[in-house]
């Protein structure tokens, strides 16, 4: 009689099988995911020192980028850029976004770097259009003791 035991193989777990099953649902989750992109217009603003407005009026603010592109404020407070950048294009989106009333203030919020002729092309079409307050944006300093 022989009592002795057969050697067994040792066992082996392959991982290969649990790697692909880990690659396939990330796949599948990257594939379904959505994602949102908040789009945000990045402007420097010049620096300067005062005190903030507390007005709760109706403000018509103009954003222009760095590349002199013109960006207007809705009334869903969010900025929507021009369809094009024709100054005639400007005049009828502040037209409209003012209405009869020339006594709501105009706010140019200009990057620190905007071309000076963007900038000025605003504030004339602002005057033509007959606004009266009209202010630019800056970011305050904070004072030093």
Do not use: C, W
Request: charge should be positive; proline fraction near 6%; aromatic fraction near 8%.
């Amino acid at each position: 009689m022989d009592f002795h035991r057969r050697k067994r193989p040792p066992l082996e777990i392959s991982i290969t099988p649990m790697i692909d099953v880990v690659f396939l649902l990330l796949i599948f989750f990257m594939v379904t995911t959505t994602f949102n992109r908040q789009t945000e217009l990045k402007v420097n603003l010049p620096e300067a020192h005062g005190v903030e407005s507390d007005s709760k009026e109706k403000i018509i603010t103009l954003m222009i980028d760095e590349d002199g592109t013109y960006f207007l404020s809705g009334d869903d407070g969010k900025f929507h850029q021009l369809i094009n950048q024709k100054l005639s294009t400007l005049k009828r989106a502040l037209s409209q976004a003012a209405g009869n009333s020339r006594r709501i203030p105009f706010v140019i919020s200009a990057d620190g770097k905007t071309p000076h002729q963007a900038v000025v092309s605003a504030l004339d079409i602002a005057s033509q259009l007959g606004f009266k307050r009209i202010t630019f944006a800056t970011k305050s300093v904070p004072t030093t003791p």
